[in-house]
């Protein structure tokens, strides 16, 4: 397209009008094969880049798939890791807590039950709620239910460490502690806890020569723990 303008110029005034139109025509078909050639270049440099951007977002993908999956991996085996460590946690626990139960008696309480009477005279037995041993229970034992007077809340009938205590409901421990007919209140201390029970002897009416006995042990919250015989 230059030398053709060039030759326009040198020629000038020489070139008639049909020479110079051809001319022209030239300029500008040099000038259209040279804005056709840019954007051919610039549509080559369009897709050039295009798939370069493309393999490097498929690179990326792929990275971070990659990681992704990587980070899943890592993610699982560490729930793994803390699943096997609370297990093993729980049952070091479990075993701490057993082994206090061992200690304490647990949840378990001790209470008392007359067993037998001789003159007017119920010889107390102590027994063991659980399937522990208690190795304490500590009673008061109060006349009344609640104690009627200042006197006998003060004075208490017994107060004494009755100590070890075997498990088992059925078997208990005797005691020298002896209680005439009437109404007691008892408060019993284990190593854990304290227990209430009421205990109620009285002469039997449907028989001069026995006794209806009575006893209900229940937390300090007022939960009943056993009751006999159970009230409807």
Known sequence: MAVAVAIMELRGKE?????????ILVVFAFAFIGFKS???D???RKQE?????????????????????????????????????????EKIVGLSRQSLDQI????????????????GIHQLAVLNSG???L?????IIRKGIPPKTFQDFMRPVLSQDLGFVPPGKNQGVATAVGLTAGDYSIMMTTRNATFYEELRIHPSKANPNSYDIRYKIYTADGNVLLEVPKQP
């Open 104 to 119: 304490t008696g647990g949840g378990q309480y001790c209470y008392v039950t007359p067993r037998g009477e001789v003159r």
């Open 15 to 23: 070139m008639s009008g049909r020479e110079k139109f051809i001319w």
């Open 42 to 44: 610039h549509e080559r």
């Open 49 to 89: 880049q295009a798939a370069a951007d493309s393999a490097l977002q498929q690179n990326f993908d792929n990275l971070l798939g990659t990681q992704h999956k990587e980070f899943m991996e890592m993610l699982a085996q560490n729930q793994k890791h803390f699943e096997s460590t609370m297990d093993r946690t």
């Open 38 to 40: 840019i954007d051919n």
């Open 131 to 133: 399937a522990l041993p």
């Open 135 to 139: 190795s304490r229970c500590f009673v």
